[in-house]
């Protein structure tokens, strides 16, 4: 299932963040908002989970096209856009004990989440 939402990463929080609203916890706490919004459903075991990254709008036509759908190696990492993603799924996260995480660059921001058993059986 593909979610047009934008990524973002879980940001380092402190007890202070509860009353004075950094822009990084605000942009996480609207994710998690939309996230839950849209009802986003992650497996509990053999999922996927693809996350486009949008790219910079400063990047060139020809840069652009030649990123488009490679893969993303710069901040933020995944295991901190998984940890974001699982926050605003779960009260309890650590049911989820089997997934996969890709990044890659798109010209939108989007989530994908499958079953390990869509993406194997191409047989």
Known sequence: MKYPITPV?????TRKDKFAKRPATAKYWAFKDE????KISVPESGAHIT????MPKSWSAK????MDGQPHQQKPDKDNLEKALLDAVYDEDCKVWDSRVTKVWGEEGAII?????????CE
């Not at 990463?9 to 929080?13: D, N, S, V, W």
């Not at 989440?113 to 059986?121: D, G, M, P, W, Y």
């Open 9 to 13: 990463a879980k940001p380092r929080m």
């Open 113 to 121: 989440i499958t079953q390990a058993s869509e993406v194997l059986s």
């Open 35 to 38: 996230c839950r919004l849209r």
């Open 51 to 54: 996350f486009i990254l949008p």
């Open 63 to 66: 840069k652009r096209a030649e």
